[in-house]
């Protein structure tokens, strides 16, 4: 599969459609069958000439035509078929849908965890999803953080190690040593505003699930990204320590104006967001 | 940093991959107790070869010898004269010795080898090995009264077993032994008056021909004093240094036991240096024994005057006194190229007349032995060590797939291949370093303490471990060579890693989302 021709949109981001009017012709479900990667080129193209340009710096993340599919032997299963959408700066935006949809999927290749087949994504205007693997590995450590379902935590770590692992892996051994104590502080500090500082030294088979997913969050944090993604936060929490979570997340957002990417099937969940973009098999759906 | 850290925590935490590199711990100590105690081998018998003969020795291809020693070690100046320390011509003459004990003669076959007493000692050892301190320091073939050593000087004095029937060996042993003789003598003689004047009658005693005795002849013809018969008493023949292993064997419980002592008379048997053959006897006094503690030289050679056997095998030149030589021994500078020397003497005396050859050409075949062993042995041993890393392979290939998800996270927060791959690559070199570490100083503690193992083993299954009745050392040897360790342990590291590699690998090429999907 080859991907998608992009000459046209390389020279200008304008191809971004505005917030308002971006769900309507882009992502609208197509019911009489899968659509060739020629007809997306086709009607980006067509569009392109429709919609205007966006002031450029309120967009922090956006992809464009999105495909991806996972083989099966001979049989390719699409996961997502064609998706475009974007995120502004300060934004809290929630995925949702079924299991099986493909949010996690988009999730994935949205953080660079995965390539698409098809499509763009761009991140502060430069294209992500085809830069180097080194490069894709920066991105993750220095400018996203990820929290996930499963929290994540490496068990031979303690919360604060798990915390300090981004620096870590940013500094290499030198570096990480010369601003050891500084990186030690914040590590001190994010635990302290999860609320378990006093977790500090304990390893995630000690801890909660709630106590995990707040030093995942913790981890998360700790190089300062630019953009937050959440698998599915608080898909193994009860009631009590999702809402803490999301009230957390709530609360960055709010406060530090992170931008969160979230992906959940939890409608309740969803509506702490400021805007809900719905995924009906691989597709945005409408509304 | 993380590598570090995680690579320690899994050092700390996966207790089964300690137990995989066990075999290379044993592995490691092994390698090290082996060529440790055969490097001690080695060293002690190429010390005691060294010992016995000199650097370089130039033989002639007849027994029979060549004339003027002098003027070859003139040449031998000459050509090489720059590494040479020492040099001394000696006489090589295989031969039969007669020992009497009880009343028989034992014949065993020995070299006779005739030394030049002031220059030998410039291009051996061999006055080290002596048994009476006075002759270590300046070798004397004339019978000591007594103080010959009673215990070995060459071991520890705690280790030695002391050798008691030393401490009568002298010219007191010499004296009482004579004493005995005679007091035989006449009484064999009164018995005999006694059984004549009892067939007086019969037959007259006069009507005996007299026979001539040979060893009076003998006698005569060495320039003993004439007119009157030799006192051993008071009187020796020519001495003769006689390896420890002619006359002496040692029981397995290191007791040793002599078949004569300094101070007896011996008789030699050898060929004259004419034609046709004839074989002379001659008889000597023993002075000394020597122990090189390499039993195959002390059990053979036999070390007499150089002088005496000249005249003693008709090597001597009547018209001009010079006398004929077999082999010169060669005494080289420390550090000097054997070889080379070699190689430049031979080139200097005809092939056909001459043979050169270094001490260690003389045991080439005992020496490749040696380090044949010693080689195989490494060979099986580095195998063992290999098998053990096919063991670290498992078990890492189980860990990947046990921290798969962990390779997804550390991927997701944006670790590199390259940084997987350390990981996995530090943790086998650290398991290698634990393995080989741990292996390197259980080996040297073991090469130190060998002599207690071995006895703990020989007392616990009752069967001596190390006799010394074989080796002729009281103790195992054994010499730690600081690069050999290193080169086992850096070895053991290197399979340890290299096994590290495949699953570093797998590990480092694992895809984020799939690992973090594994469950």
Known sequence: MSRQPLQSTSASPGWITPRRAADA??????SNGVLTLADHAARSRQELELTPVLEEVSIQLACRELFKSYRKGNIGIPVLQGISLFVE???????????????????HLLATLDQPDAGEIRFDHHRIDNIPSAARDMLRNRHFGMVFQFYHLLPEMTALENVLAPAMIAGGVLGYLRNRAAYRRRAYELLEMVG???????????????????????????????????????????????????????????????T???????????????????????????? | MYKLLLCWRYLRTRYIALLCIVSVTLGVATMIVVNSVMAGFTHEMQGRLNGMLGDLIVRTRSLDGALDADAHMAKIRETVGDVVVGMSPTVHVPSLLYMTVGGESLPRQVTLIGIDEASYASVSQFGEFLQHPENRKQLSFNLRDEGYDVLDHQVPAEEAKPREVMRDA??????????????RAADEKRLRELREADAGSKADASATPATMDPFAAAAAASGEQEGRDFDPATEQHTGIVLGIGICGFRTPDGVDHYLGLPGDDVKVAFPLAVMPPEIVGQEYTVVDFYESKMSEYD???????LKALQKDRGMIDPKTGVGKFTTIQIKLKPGADADAIRDRLQEAFPQQLYQVSTWRDEQGALLAAVQMETAVLNVLLFMIIAVAGFGILAIFFMIVVEKTR?????????????????????YGLSLGIVGAGVGTIGGIIFVKNINEVADFLGWLTGQPVFDPSVYYFYKIPTIIEPVTVICIASGAMGIAILSSIIPAIRAASLHPVRALRFE
Request: proline share 4%.
């Open chain 1, 25 to 30: 012709p882009l992502a609208s479900p197509r």
């Open chain 1, 89 to 107: 700066r300060g934004e809290f935006l929630a995925i949702v849908g079924q299991s099986g949809s493909g949010k996690s999927t988009l999730m």
């Open chain 1, 196 to 258: 378990i500082g006093h977790r500090a030294k304990h390893k995630p088979r000690e801890l909660s699930g709630g106590e995990m997913q707040r030093a995942a969050v913790a981890r998360a944090l700790m190089l300062k990204p630019k953009l937050l993604f959440a698998d599915e936060p608080t898909g193994n929490l009860d009631r009590a320590s999702g809402e803490s979570i999301m009230r957390m997340l709530a609360e960055l957002n709010d406060r530090e104006k992170l």
């Open chain 1, 260 to 287: 969160i990417v979230m992906v959940t099937h939890d409608p309740w969940i969803a509506g702490q967001a400021d805007r809900t973009v719905k995924l009906v098999e691989g597709r945005i759906a409408q509304g």
């Open chain 2, 170 to 183: 002298g010219w007191k042993y010499r004296s009482y032994k004579a004493m005995l003789a005679k007091q």
């Open chain 2, 299 to 305: 059990a053979n050679f036999a070390f007499v005057p």
């Open chain 2, 406 to 426: 962990d390779i997804g996270i550390l991927k997701s927060l944006g670790a590199s291949g390259w940084g997987i791959l350390g990981i996995f690559l530090a």
